[in-house]
């Protein structure tokens, strides 16, 4: 057993004949290494946050390094007190992204929460106040926020509502009719050719009745 110790540890069991008495002591050596490792893990884990516009991958990346040791350590933590240590280190920027989430009752591994937070993560830099939603099949414009409440505004998109009737133009004093040669309006406006138009149709139809 000895001869797998490092010199330094061998020079403090060397007058230790006893196999059950070296293994006991290192025990409770190591065992306290590993209480004080897994404090500062823990406490540094608690206190890391994300500061605002910083990347956010390398800062997910250095909190699952703690998770991992932890499990290392001998003292686990589940999934979801994983993903929401992760959340509460983020800055308020995110908060949209948390909700979402929630709402939804997401359950992703660490590795595609990761994932998810790169994506979303130039979008919520941008913070552009005009973003197009899908709410109830139809399309919303989200507006900026009002100054007076803070909350933002959410209208139809103008692009889907009803147009309204335009009315045509009707000719001017410049438009010459075809048929009389007047001005002012045009061949179907004319009354000329109105009058003549209806003495066609008469004519017509007198000629078309039946012949004796």
């Not at 919520?124 to 919303?140: H, R, S």
Request: proline content about 7%.
């Amino acid at each position: 057993m000895l001869a797998t110790m490092n010199s330094d540890l061998q020079k403090q069991y060397e007058n230790v004949e006893s196999p059950i008495e070296m293994i006991t002591s290192l025990k409770g050596m190591f065992q306290e290494q590993a209480r004080t490792e897994r404090y500062q893990t823990v406490k540094t884990l608690i206190e890391c946050k994300l500061p605002k516009d910083s990347p956010v991958s390398p800062h997910v990346i250095k909190m699952m390094d703690y998770i991992d040791n932890l499990a290392k350590l001998d003292c686990p933590i589940s999934q979801e007190l994983a993903t929401d240590l992760i959340f509460q280190s983020l800055p308020s920027s995110y908060d949209q992204f948390v909700m979402n989430y929630n709402m939804n009752n997401l359950t992703k591994t660490l590795t595609e929460l990761h994932g998810m937070l790169k994506s979303a993560e130039p979008n919520i830099k941008k913070d552009t106040p005009n973003v197009l939603m899908v709410q109830g099949g139809k399309k919303f414009k989200k507006q900026g926020k009002n100054k007076g409440n803070g909350k933002a505004i959410w209208v139809e998109n103008p692009s889907k509502s009803d147009p309204s009737p335009k009315s045509k133009p009707g000719p001017s004093g410049k438009d010459k009719c075809h048929y009389c040669n007047g001005f002012g309006h045009w061949k179907r406006n004319c009354n000329k050719y109105l009058e003549d138009l209806k003495k066609k149709k008469t004519f017509e139809t007198s000629s078309s009745g039946p012949k004796q």
